[in-house]
């Protein structure tokens, strides 16, 4: 039996419809978040933090011992996290921490903090004010004194590390300049 018009328009209608649904399936909208949006509403205020410097000849001068603590001690270790966060496509500005370097002089594993010099001159944020990750491509060793923005899945998941504990992760994460 040879088709007739009305069910050949009928199966292009039908095969049209098909492709919309799953070959134009939208992609996931990446969310731009800041450091304040990791940390819970309820959660008590992040207070004694350094301000962010760009200004390296007084970094010494501006994170003293007494003000901060010891800089090998990590303020919150264990502090509470975004739980509605896990899974979401992000996109977060932060500092590179590097965790170890590529055989070839990059860097693929750090921990992302809000503000320069983090675990290394001042005591580590608080762990909900960190977060693992694991790029996609290594970054240059000396572009590593540069803000960057860094995109992916975000993991709610403990991850601790010589350095300091993150309340966050992001895996095969896409890492690009920071511009303002």
Same mark, same amino acid.
């Given at each position: 039996?040879?088709? /007739?018009?009305?069910?050949?328009?009928?199966?292009?209608? *039908? /095969?049209?419809?098909?492709?919309?649904?799953?070959?134009?399936?939208?992609?996931?909208?990446? +969310?731009?978040?800041?450091?304040?949006?990791?940390?819970?509403? =309820?959660?008590?205020?992040? *207070? %004694?933090?350094?301000?962010? /410097? $760009?200004?390296?000849?007084?970094?010494?001068?501006? &994170?003293?011992? !007494? +003000?901060?603590? =010891?800089?090998?001690?990590?303020?919150?270790?264990?502090?509470?996290?975004?739980?509605?966060?896990? #899974?979401?496509?992000?996109? &977060?500005? #932060?500092?590179?921490?590097?965790? %170890?370097?590529?055989? =070839? %002089?990059?860097?693929? !594993?750090?921990?992302?903090?809000?503000?320069?010099?983090?675990?290394? $001159?001042?005591?580590?944020?608080?762990?909900?004010?960190?977060? $693992?990750?694991?790029?996609?491509? #290594?970054? !240059?060793?000396?572009?590593?004194?540069?803000?960057?923005?860094?995109?992916?899945?975000?993991?709610? !998941?403990?991850?601790?590390?010589?350095?300091?504990?993150?309340?966050?992760? *992001?895996?095969?994460?896409?890492?690009?300049?920071? /511009?303002?």
């Amino acid at each position: 039996m040879k088709p /007739t018009g009305y069910y050949m328009r009928y199966l292009a209608a *039908i /095969t049209a419809a098909c492709a919309l649904v799953f070959c134009a399936a939208p992609a996931l909208a990446v +969310e731009e978040l800041s450091w304040g949006d990791l940390v819970p509403p =309820d959660a008590q205020p992040l *207070i %004694g933090l350094p301000q962010p /410097t $760009h200004d390296l000849a007084s970094l010494a001068d501006a &994170l003293s011992e !007494e +003000e901060f603590g =010891d800089p090998a001690v990590q303020s919150q270790p264990d502090a509470p996290v975004v739980a509605a966060l896990d #899974g979401r496509e992000v996109k &977060l500005p #932060g500092y590179i921490v590097p965790l %170890g370097i590529d055989p =070839d %002089g990059s860097v693929s !594993e750090f921990l992302l903090v809000p503000y320069f010099g983090a675990c290394i $001159h001042v005591p580590p944020p608080p762990s909900n004010q960190i977060v $693992h990750v694991r790029s996609a491509r #290594g970054i !240059e060793l000396a572009e590593l004194y540069q803000p960057f923005w860094v995109s992916g899945a975000m993991q709610v !998941e403990h991850v601790e590390s010589d350095l300091a504990n993150a309340g966050y992760r *992001i895996a095969n994460a896409d890492v690009e300049p920071y /511009t303002y």
